[in-house]
Antibody, heavy 121, light 107 residues
């Protein structure tokens, strides 16, 4: 059974750096056909892609946020980590991680439950 | 970035209706198109991948079609549990991009 679970702070202060961790099970981050992405959703708004990473360490970032984002993985821990610098209240959102199945061209077939991050002083 | 435009933005329909939601890409994305359903307070759920492939566990009333720049999600006979927001995603070009969503409401 494939599961993904997000963890991280509930509240961050403006200008701080957010670090989120996605812990996966049921598949390996070493699998050549798998990747993991981060996606967010501000309250009442649409889904927004943030970043993804594949087993070969290929990465991609949101065009508008790429200067603030870093994605990495720790295969031994089955974790994908996203950092976002210089947090602002507009970054208040639910942050999700999701799996990518490259072999089936099936993007985000499984999702975590999401974690709500509020940016406030 | 490729822009994905969904229409309509919102839709009112009744149980048993056939509905169609369209997603248009600002440039061709082949059939690298995925549809999701999201209910309030829940994570999105993947419905259709590769534009028209329906994975196991998704009811057969959901279907997808299209290629290139225009795609359609069709629900053949609406059920009460189908009232939700639907999103499309293209992953042909980096970065992947979502549509703005279509809210399907009960009439």
């Amino acid at each position: 059974q494939v599961t993904l679970k997000e963890s991280g702070p509930v509240v961050v202060r403006p200008t701080e750096t957010l670090t989120l961790t996605c812990t996966v099970s049921g598949f390996s981050l070493n699998n050549a056909y798998m990747g993991v992405s981060w996606i967010r959703q501000s309250p009442g708004k649409a889904l927004e892609f943030l970043a993804h990473i594949f087993s070969n360490d290929e990465k991609s970032y949101s065009t508008s946020l790429k200067n603030r984002l870093t994605i990495s993985k720790d295969t031994s821990k089955s974790q994908v980590v996203l950092t976002m610098t210089d947090m602002d209240p507009v970054d208040t959102a639910t942050y999700y991680c999701a799996r990518i199945r490259v072999d089936y061209r099936d993007w985000f077939d499984s999702w975590g439950q999401g974690t709500l991050v509020t940016v406030s002083s | 970035d490729i822009q994905m435009t969904q229409s309509p933005s919102s839709l009112s329909a009744s149980v048993g209706d056939r509905v169609a939601i369209t997603c248009r890409a600002s440039q061709g994305v082949s059939n690298d198109l995925v549809w999701y359903q999201q209910k309030p307070g829940e994570a999105p759920k993947r419905l259709i991948y590769a534009a028209s492939s329906v994975p196991g566990g998704v009811p057969s009333r959901f279907s997808g079609s299209g290629s290139g720049t225009e795609f359609t999600l069709t629900i053949s006979s609406l059920q009460p549990e189908d009232f939700a927001t639907y999103y499309c995603l293209q992953h042909n070009r980096r970065p992947p991009t979502f549509g703005q969503g279509t809210r399907l409401e009960i009439k």
